[in-house]
């Protein structure tokens, strides 16, 4: 667990954008358990490569003109059991932050792992985010 001091200002970096941050277990069922529409959850992080691609990636994908309902994130390593759970709708891709999943009517359509991150720009990954969109939203 990291110290809030420390997070407060990466957790913004998304929630400040318009993302809703989930904090506790049944927070992500009644999110993700939604049946209809669809929701961008990003597991952020405190590593460099969230800084550097994953956030910025993700609030350039937002500003497509098709783009999800819903807008949410977790935070890795600091609201444990909300990373947990909503690890449990991102099987059968193993635990990766940071990562951005994509969910269409409950179900999972469009993952990326922190290998689709790391050493791509952040404009490649909103670029990918962005085709995603344009095919499940």
């Given at each position: 667990?990291?110290?809030?001091?420390?997070?407060?200002?990466?957790?913004k970096d998304l929630t400040d954008f318009g993302f809703k941050s989930l904090s506790n277990p049944e927070e992500v069922i009644n999110?993700?358990?939604?049946?209809?529409?669809?929701?961008?959850?990003?597991?952020?992080?405190?590593?460099?490569?969230?800084?550097?691609?994953?956030?910025?990636?993700?609030?350039?994908?937002?500003?497509?003109?098709?783009?999800?309902?819903?807008?949410?994130?977790?935070?890795?390593?600091?609201?444990?059991?909300?990373?947990?759970?909503?690890?449990?709708?991102?099987?059968?891709?193993?635990?990766?932050?940071?990562?951005?999943?994509?969910?269409?009517?409950?179900?999972?359509?469009?993952?990326?792992?922190?290998?689709?991150?790391?050493?791509?720009?952040?404009?490649?990954?909103?670029?990918?985010?962005?085709?995603?969109?344009?095919?499940?939203?």
């Amino acid at each position: 667990m990291y110290p809030i001091e420390l997070v407060q200002p990466m957790a913004k970096d998304l929630t400040d954008f318009g993302f809703k941050s989930l904090s506790n277990p049944e927070e992500v069922i009644n999110v993700l358990e939604n049946k209809e529409g669809t929701v961008l959850l990003v597991v952020n992080s405190v590593c460099g490569c969230a800084a550097a691609n994953a956030r910025p990636a993700a609030k350039m994908a937002i500003q497509n003109s098709i783009k999800p309902d819903n807008l949410y994130t977790v935070f890795a390593g600091v609201d444990k059991e909300a990373t947990e759970k909503a690890r449990e709708y991102l099987l059968p891709y193993p635990p990766s932050s940071p990562s951005i999943a994509l969910f269409k009517d409950g179900n999972l359509v469009h993952m990326i792992e922190r290998h689709h991150i790391e050493g791509r720009s952040a404009h490649a990954i909103a670029d990918n985010l962005v085709s995603a969109f344009n095919a499940y939203c």
